[in-house]
């Protein structure tokens, strides 16, 4: 989202939160299920305001506008489980969450506003079983942001990337071992839904002062298996990591130039 983008969407946050003072919008403390939320409003009245002082000239314009707002962090669903939707599901604003509910760490939305932030749904092994976590990392942080879902407004674990050592690891497919500094921290198991992604992240904690590599069993167990030469990368010209998955089917030329 853009600065201009942003400037009209905190504009339109500030005047939704200000019509609550002359009744135009409902935000109050509700029940659900006996359970008390506090100051919140359905997303089907936001989008009737929407609609009646012209922000919107329709219901799904008004999704999306409400979905804008989510995304800027300006608001988000009062158990973090839902994006913005028509309907009576309760949203609140960041700045009306009551001190116990105030989130411990950064948000979802809050990181994904740095644009350049890489981001993904990801297997993560757990001590039986494997299960699908959100991983965020921000460049030059060297902090890998751990959610249950693409909505959570805090992380549920914080890892250091610096100095970390990360490989590729046979345990699953596309899948990345991270191994910290901190002994008294577990080795984290990632499985990513392609090479390329696997790649991708590779990188990106490079980038992030983590150290990688394999070892030279690993790596001459790699070679002695391999069917083909599309089951391994090669640094570019700009030194970025490249599948040579990516030139099956082309007549490819592989030239030693540490030989010339």
């Not at 109050?28 to 002082?53: M, T, V």
């Not at 992380?155 to 490989?167: E, F, G, H, L, R």
Request: hydrophobic share 40%; glycine share 4%.
């Amino acid at each position: 989202m853009c600065e201009t983008d942003l400037e009209k969407i905190d504009h339109i946050s500030l005047k939704l939160r200000a019509a609550t003072n002359v009744g135009g919008l409902a935000v109050q403390d509700r029940y659900y299920h006996l359970r008390k939320l506090h100051a919140c409003y359905a997303g089907s009245e936001a989008i009737d305001w929407f609609i009646a002082n012209g922000y919107a000239s329709s219901r799904l314009e008004g999704v999306k506008l409400g979905q804008d707002l989510l995304d800027a962090d300006l608001v988000h669903h009062v158990v973090d489980e839902h994006n913005f939707e028509d309907k009576a599901l309760f949203y609140r604003f960041r700045q009306d969450d009551p001190p116990h509910q105030s989130p411990a760490g950064p948000s979802v939305a809050s990181l994904k506003a740095d644009c350049s932030a890489k981001t993904s749904h990801v297997q993560k092994r757990g001590r039986l079983i494997w299960q699908q976590v959100f991983i965020v990392l921000r460049p030059g942080d060297d902090t890998l942001y751990e959610f249950r879902t693409d909505l959570q407004s805090t992380p549920s674990k914080k890892y250091p990337v610096k100095d970390a050592t990360v490989k590729l690891d046979k345990s699953a497919n596309f899948c990345l071992l991270l191994s910290f500094a901190d002994i008294q921290r577990s080795d984290l198991r990632l499985a990513f839904s392609s090479d390329e992604e696997q790649l991708s992240w590779l990188k990106a904690f490079e980038k992030s002062g983590a150290v990688t590599g394999q070892t030279e069993e690993e790596v001459d167990d790699k070679v002695k298996n391999a069917e083909s030469i599309f089951e391994f990368s090669a640094k570019d010209i700009d030194g970025n990591l490249v599948s040579l998955e990516k030139y099956r089917g082309f007549v490819t030329l592989i030239v030693n130039v540490a030989s010339f």
